[in-house]
């Protein structure tokens, strides 16, 4: 089974994306807007941590609507580093 660096787990109500992620046992929460705005921050906080896809998960239950601006931010930015 493949060992994961970076796991995240992701609530998507209709407003805000709520993420949560795992590493090295110690868990991080993280808040932010479901808009425009709120995937720039994600890159951000993505761009901090040095994110490589390739050893990545991220678990999310498919909202419609709710998920797809993040869904189509994770499609767009699937391989290698996120910057």
């Known amino acids: 089974m493949k060992q ?3 796991i995240f787990g992701v609530d998507v109500p209709k407003k805000t994306i709520d993420v949560t992620m795992i590493k090295d046992g110690k868990q991080i929460h993280r808040q932010f807007q479901n808009d425009a ?3 720039d921050d994600l890159m951000n906080w993505f761009s901090e941590l040095d994110l490589d896809t390739s050893d990545t998960l991220f ?3 498919a909202t419609g609507l709710y998920c797809f601006a993040l869904t189509q931010f994770l499609a767009n930015h699937q391989e290698g580093r996120l910057r």
Do not use: L, Q
């Open 37 to 39: 705005t709120g995937m």
């Open 59 to 61: 678990c999310m239950e």
């Open 4 to 6: 994961y660096k970076w």
